[in-house]
């Protein structure tokens, strides 16, 4: 199994909720090797401080996490994902992803959405507060652009190091 290990939750969840998209079919999608992006989203993703990095190989290992015209597009959506990450966990962010709109807001599925998933979903959410996640997601406090672009830098150098097994 490969697995590459971040420092804390708020890059776990960025790697996670958004940067796995990008490299795959968003900022980086026409980028050389073609399947640059394979194993880095086939990964399975950690919290270890004490032994970050990758244990498996890959075509390419150097991306501009922190690129400003990535930043200027995706960078308070960024913001939010860590901020429901760092007051929930990333297993609820997880959650609240596929709920979440282009901005990164969480939003409660309209009822004309039927079926078994939306159902889920709905059921899913009812057991939290939405004001109060919405609160979360534009709490400066819990999260900033200034530690999101340190810790975009950071996980920079994480993904080239090699982990320990």
Same mark, same amino acid.
Request: proline share 3%; aromatic share 8%.
């Given at each position: 199994m490969a697995t590459l290990a971040f420092r804390n939750v708020?890059?776990?969840?960025?790697?996670?909720? !958004?940067?796995?998209?990008? +490299? &795959?079919?968003?900022?980086? !999608?026409? &980028?050389?090797?073609? $399947?640059? /992006?394979?194993?880095?989203?086939?990964?399975?993703?950690?919290? *270890?401080p004490t032994n970050v990095g990758r244990d498996f190989d890959v075509k390419r290992d150097s991306y501009a996490f922190a690129s400003k015209d990535m930043l200027a597009v995706i960078g308070d959506r960024m913001m939010r994902?860590?901020?429901?990450? =760092?007051?929930?966990?990333?297993? /609820?962010? %997880? %959650?609240? *992803?596929?709920?979440?709109?282009? $901005?990164?807001r969480v939003v409660v599925p309209d009822s004309k959405l039927t079926g078994e998933y939306w159902d889920q979903k709905r059921a899913a959410i009812s057991v939290l507060n939405v004001g109060s996640i919405a609160i979360i997601t534009e *709490?400066?406090?819990?999260f900033s652009r200034k530690q999101l672009v340190r810790e +975009?830098? *950071?996980?920079? !150098?994480?993904?080239? =190091? /090699?982990?320990k097994p």
């Open positions: 708020a890059q776990a969840a960025l790697f996670e909720l !958004e940067l796995k998209g990008q +490299l &795959s079919d968003g900022h980086w !999608e026409n &980028s050389r090797p073609t $399947d640059h /992006w394979r194993a880095w989203c086939e990964a399975t993703v950690v919290v *270890d994902y860590v901020r429901i990450a =760092i007051a929930m966990g990333l297993d /609820w962010a %997880k %959650k609240l *992803d596929p709920l979440t709109d282009l $901005d990164g *709490d400066e406090h819990i +975009l830098h *950071d996980m920079k !150098e994480i993904i080239k =190091i /090699w982990r």
